[in-house]
């Protein structure tokens, strides 16, 4: 699915239009559609939209979390890298205690993705695997699809897009962070503008409900054409 290289970053080729429309592993029957975006643009909405229509959703946050659980290597690793401190009392990793020690430093954030990123691509990997006999569309919702190289696991990319005033507000609304926090944790994100670039279709998330909805239904009606 993919060549490169452009900038460093991986660039997916153009699929010619008599060729087959297949998995990850050329299985040739299910579609594995990543799904991406910024921070607080409506990535889940989209996610369970699709979910509704019949998508089986891979969720890379929550496989995220399963992989650090208590206990794990990954979750002893994040513990000697940051400290006690950015546990919860039952000992599950405070993801806003470790954000806040990571999104302005870009070397502890190397480190957390060196832990973190292996282990929750591996683990996506396993679930792809779980559906590649089947004929259900897959869906890997992931924030850092691109970042992490996860491009050449999927057949296309949706990047869900919200203009920059909605993204700040709705992360402040979400998550309670100030202004300065919510930008903060949006500029160490690659830039939506970026993301836009690796997108088979962009979806604008920026206005009601209904409208997001009919225009994921409408892609939805084109990979049915498709496949």
Known sequence: MTAQDRGGKIEKRPRAANEAFVGPKGVGIATTIGLTGG???????????????????????????????PGTAAWRELVD?????????????????????VFNDPE?????NAITHPRTIGAIKKEIARSEKSDRVVVIDAPLLIESG??????????????????????????????????????????????KKYADHVIDNSGSFD???AEI??????LAGRK
């Open 39 to 69: 921070i607080a643009s409506g990535k889940s909405t989209v996610s369970s939209i699709l979910r509704g229509l019949g998508a089986r959703v891979i969720d890379a946050d929550a496989i995220s979390k399963w992989v650090t659980r």
């Open 81 to 101: 890298a940051f400290g006690a401190d950015v546990l919860n009392p039952d000992r599950t990793v405070n993801r806003r205690k470790l954000g806040s020690k």
């Open 108 to 112: 502890a954030l190397k480190r957390l």
């Open 150 to 195: 996860m491009t050449d696991m999927v057949d296309q990319v949706w990047v869900v897009s919200v203009d920059r005033e909605t993204q700040v507000h709705r992360l402040m609304e979400r998550d309670h962070f100030s202004q300065q926090e919510a930008e903060s944790r949006m500029r160490a994100q690659l830039p939506l503008d970026v993301k």
């Open 211 to 213: 409208k997001t909805k």
């Open 217 to 222: 239904e409408e892609l939805w009606n084109q």
